[in-house]
């Protein structure tokens, strides 16, 4: 029987400590493992949130706001010219214009309300009524909005709400035809399905989909190719609004910049949603940093049981020590010995703490996010389901983050257990077997 | 032939220095069976800790077959304690969970000896001092202090060492099962050659060797 085996035998000496110390450094082993888990499933979903929402710039033409201000629009050469910028992954850009009975069959789906009437009169369309109130609609009939985009699927000028094609299909908003995407209920207004065709700017749509945005005035909206509102509205190159999508949130600042250098501030108002999506995440950095301390002192407790249990081990063994002194055994030999106890115990707490990390790792982190992120902040713009992305909306990024035992990461953790338990056992088992044996024995 | 050369151990404790052996000089031949007597704290268990290289002396010389073991480095110590010493203690200090026959291989496996050749002569050392096959792989707990003793002086005899050293081989024994020991002991001094030299405060035993030192104050005041 060598000194590796007869150390791995000691391991088993005294069961109920062995089942002790065993359960204490699983419980160690599997919050460090939990922890870490925890860590890298945070970071990597902010290096995804980050890489996906937060990361867009609004432009707009200096001192317009939707139909709101003024201003000149921008043009395309603008928008190549933002295209060309340093972490710029993609822009998406629109013209919008407003349909009235006036210049086409539809008929808008909202009615004014007070809020129509107030921004009617505001922009000199009428008197405000006796009496300051502006209750009823009146005569009055919000327009229509129209939007022409580069892409379809990425239809930020809609504003808020999740948009799925519900019926039909999508078409090339690069190519110049009559077709167009309408809102549900302006589609429900106008007894319009696909298929179905309308008037707008004196040429007759066809209807190639219909489209829920999940609220009123994104539904009050029809989508048509961008060349073609651009020749139909007598607006040839000019663009009221485009997204900028960003390589990363922390370059969205510098992008800012570089936009508003580029184009000049009196040209076009450059705004960005790194703020929001910086809150958005805020919750996961929280974790983050609590996982990682907690990681840090699971592993620091860990080590600090392994090394006080071979402390008493060792010094309660002191008699055993001398003895095998005694009879011829070197230093090393007995090091060796308590190094291979001390492996077997650790390694057997590490094994059972990293199947537990394992199970509860995933329910952990989901106690911790649901808990820090109970009012996830969720910016972004995009078409969901078969229209391709969200627009407008909060997008739940946070809500999905789940944990991973990776081979390499059970290899880094017995080594970093086998590493705590050579440590942990070769310090107090040296201090003992370096003094002389009869001084050991002596001083049981 | 064991020499001591006016050897003397000093320990430093809070009181001042403690001289716990004074300036001894003996000589004990081969093959004999010495005791060392004396009361409690008249320095021989420390002098046999020094004759068995388990600690240094402050001054003087041991000489075991014309070698000086104080001036061996610590490496030469093991290989010393290993393969000229064996210790028989008075609490046996066998390893409580190894069997009697893994105790006694202890010993040879330090030495390097082969698993089949230690397994051999560890059955037969623990039959020559009255072990029982049956018992052979008992732990020490389920023999009684008598077997214990038996099973540690196989162990001290498995490196075929010639120097045993034995720390009060009956302390711990009734005085029947002690007179068995002290015969196993004088027949393996008559039988190997070698030399024993026991350190005990029991007259009777004293008597039953061929050579007796008496220390009192760390000081050898009879041969």
């Known amino acids: 029987m060598s000194f590796v085996v007869r150390g791995a035998k000691n391991a088993f000496r005294n069961g109920l400590r062995t089942a002790s110390l065993v359960i204490i450094l699983a419980l160690s082993t599997g919050l460090a493992l939990t922890m870490l888990l925890a860590h890298q499933a945070v970071n990597a979903k902010i290096a995804s949130v980050k890489g996906s929402i937060g990361n867009t710039i609004n432009v707009t033409p200096a001192g317009s706001r939707g139909f709101s201000g003024g201003g000149n629009p921008l043009t395309q050469s603008q928008v190549d010219e933002i295209k060309t910028l340093p972490h710029v992954a993609s822009v998406s850009y629109s013209l919008t214009d407003q349909l009235t009975t006036s210049n086409s069959s539809l008929t808008s789906a909202i009615t004014a309300g007070s809020l129509g009437q107030r921004r009617r009169i505001e922009a000199g369309g009428g008197t405000p009524p006796v009496g300051g109130g502006f209750a009823g609609g009146g005569n009055f009939t919000p327009p229509v909005s129209a939007i022409g985009s580069n892409d379809v699927n990425n239809l930020a000028a809609l504003g808020g709400g999740t948009a799925k094609l519900t019926a039909g299909k999508t078409f090339d908003p690069t190519v110049d035809a009559d077709v167009a995407l309408v809102g549900s209920t302006l589609a429900a207004k106008n007894n319009l399905s696909v298929g179905s065709t309308f008037q707008a700017y004196g040429a007759t749509f066809t209807v190639s989909g219909i489209f829920d945005a999940g609220n009123q005035f994104s539904n009050n909206a029809v989508v048509m190719p961008l060349p073609t509102i651009q020749r139909l509205s007598g607006q040839t190159g000019e663009i009221t609004s485009a997204t900028v999508q960003v390589d990363s949130i922390d370059n969205v600042a510098a992008t800012v ?26 919750p996961l950095a929280s ?27 060792v010094r309660e063994r002191r008699r055993e020590i001398g003895v095998f002194k005694a009879i011829g055994a070197s230093n090393a030999k007995i090091v060796g010995q308590f190094i ?5 115990l650790t390694l057997m707490g590490t094994a059972v703490g990293i199947v537990a990390g394992a199970i509860f790792s995933n329910s952990v982190v989901k106690v911790l996010v649901s808990s820090s992120t109970s009012n996830p902040v969720g910016p972004g713009h995009g078409f969901g389901g078969g229209f391709g992305r969200a627009f407008g909306g909060g997008v739940r990024a946070l809500a999905n983050i789940h944990t991973s035992v990776g081979f390499s990461l059970i290899l880094y953790g017995l080594a970093g257990a086998i590493i705590i338990a050579v440590v942990g056992s070769a310090l107090p088992a040296y201090a003992i077997a370096k003094i002389r044996p009869a001084e050991v024995m002596r001083g049981e | 032939m064991l020499k001591v050369t006016k050897l003397t151990k000093t320990f430093a404790s809070p009181a001042g220095s403690v001289t716990a052996v004074s300036d001894i000089s003996l000589s004990v031949p081969d093959g004999v069976f010495a005791t060392i007597v004396g009361r409690s704290g008249s320095g021989k268990s420390t002098l046999l800790a020094l004759l068995g290289a388990l600690d240094n002396p402050t001054s003087g010389s041991i000489e075991v077959a014309d070698q000086d073991i104080t001036k061996l480095n610590d490496r030469q110590l093991i290989a010393y304690r290993r393969r000229r010493i064996g210790f028989v203690f008075q609490a046996y200090n066998l390893i409580p969970n190894l069997s009697a026959l893994e105790n006694v291989m202890l010993s040879l496996e330090l030495d390097g000896v082969g698993k089949t050749e230690r397994r051999e002569r560890a059955t037969k050392l623990l039959e020559q001092v009255g072990i029982t096959e049956d018992k052979h792989s008992r732990r020490p707990s389920r023999l009684s202090g008598g077997e214990q003793q038996r099973v540690a002086i196989a162990r001290a005899l498995a490196n075929r060492p010639k120097l045993i050293l034995a720390d009060e081989p009956t302390g711990n024994l009734d005085s029947a099962t002690g007179d068995v020991i002290v015969k196993l002991l004088r027949d393996l001094a008559d039988s190997e050659k070698t030399t024993i030299i026991a350190v005990t405060h029991d007259a009777a035993l004293a008597k039953k060797t061929q050579l007796t030192f008496t220390l009192q104050d760390g000081k050898l005041v009879k041969k």
């Open chain 1, 257 to 282: 910049t570089a936009i508003q250098d580029k184009l000049g501030t009196t040209v076009a108002d450059v705004v960005s949603q790194q703020d929001a999506s910086n809150q958005a995440l805020a």
């Open chain 1, 287 to 313: 974790i983050s940093t609590i996982s990682l301390y907690s990681l840090i002192g699971a592993v620091v407790a860990g080590a600090v049981i392994i090394f006080l249990t071979m402390l008493m081990i």
């Open chain 1, 340 to 344: 291979s106890e001390a492996m077997v």
